[in-house]
């Protein structure tokens, strides 16, 4: 596929922007900053940038509890994401989400829910409601390997067949749930596409080291979903960089292993594509690191100076 270079760029500087958020929520986890707790993306940021890439503006988004800062690539500042994940009233969600539960509904963010799958359903239901309306607006919806497995994501995933509603289901295949190895407790090699066939959708596997790879597959399928031919099923091969959540010590895993994968960067490779094409030199990537530094030390700021939510509030935006 031919590239603009500013579609490169801007996939290059919101990777770089992703991965140095979930950098910075580690750091400020491990100071005691953050209530709850994390589990950092590190390592599979293009999974969910790269297809972001082609979203439209009015397109919906429904994400996972990883890469929670990629929430960021659907216009939502850093601000607001990390005054979310500090639970402050000038969150997304005013704290009431915190760092897994991160939406924003006018930006077409319809959240993550506690209870793994279950927001599959909520995913096709946004998918529905755009068909209905003839908006064309599509679904962008992430889940991880394990959760792929979900009774519930199948029968949306049947649902969503059946009606030819426009989602893009996209797996982070990260090889694990938890402690557990997908090549243990998952019957085929690729949990979201090898089973797409059973609902007669098309679907592409690419590796997750490589974001023009996932940029392409996305473009294809979403060209597809756009086209009204009904769901697609996009499988992103990553690993975990780091534990399940912070505090993890992975003894359940060969640190060699985790040691190799360390070297399958997306953003060391899109880096060295970006200079190697003349697209941005080494002062641009120079400044553009020390910019994204700046907002993510600015946004922490203004999330730890912001007021808590007033408690005469609690009930806010409680439908029942
Ligand atoms: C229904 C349900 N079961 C179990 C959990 C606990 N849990 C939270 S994350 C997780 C692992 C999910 O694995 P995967 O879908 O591969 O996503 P990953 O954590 O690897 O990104 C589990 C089991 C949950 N939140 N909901
Ligand atoms: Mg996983």
Redesign the pocket.
């Known amino acids: 596929m031919k590239y603009s270079e500013k579609m490169v760029a801007d996939l290059y500087k919101e990777l770089l922007s992703v991965r140095m958020a979930e950098e910075k929520l580690v750091e400020i986890y491990a100071l005691g900053k953050v209530p709850g707790h994390i589990?950092s993306?590190v390592g599979?940021e293009a999974a969910y940038i790269a297809p972001l890439m082609t979203r439209n503006e009015n397109d919906y988004y429904k994400g996972?509890?990883?890469v929670v800062s990629a929430v960021h690539a659907t216009g939502v500042t850093f601000n607001e994401i990390f005054a979310e994940i500090l639970a402050k009233e000038t969150g997304t969600s005013h704290g009431r989400g915190g760092v897994n539960h991160i939406a924003r509904m006018d930006k077409g963010v319809i959240g993550t829910a506690?209870?793994?799958?279950?927001d599959t359903e909520v995913a096709i239901g946004a998918a529905l409601s755009a068909k209905y309306l003839e908006n064309g607006r599509i679904v962008y919806c992430y889940?991880?390997?394990?959760?792929?497995s979900?009774g519930n994501v199948h029968e949306a995933m049947n649902m969503a067949a059946i009606w030819k509603l426009p989602v893009l289901f996209i797996c982070?295949?990260?090889?694990?749930?938890?402690s557990?190895n997908?090549a243990n407790t998952i019957s085929v090699p690729n949990p979201g596409a090898d089973r797409a066939a059973g609902y007669g959708m098309p679907a592409r596997v690419v590796h997750g080291d490589d974001a023009l790879a996932v940029y392409d597959a996305a473009k294809e399928l979403t060209d597809y979903i756009r086209a009204g031919n009904g769901p697609a099923v996009l499988e992103v091969k990553c690993y975990?960089w780091r534990g399940?959540f912070e505090g993890d010590q992975c003894a359940y895993r060969d640190k060699e292993i985790t040691e190799e994968e360390h070297k399958k960067d997306c953003v060391a490779n899109l880096e060295k594509y970006v200079l190697d094409n003349g697209i941005l030199n080494a002062e641009d990537i120079e400044l553009m690191r020390r910019e994204i530094a700046l907002e993510l030390d600015q946004a922490v700021e203004f999330a730890e100076t912001s007021p808590e939510p007033d408690p005469d509030s609690i009930f806010d935006g409680l439908y029942a």
């Open positions: 589990h993306g599979e996972t509890h990883r506690g209870s793994l799958g279950v889940n991880g390997d394990g959760t792929h979900r982070d295949d990260n090889q694990f749930a938890i557990a997908h975990r399940h």
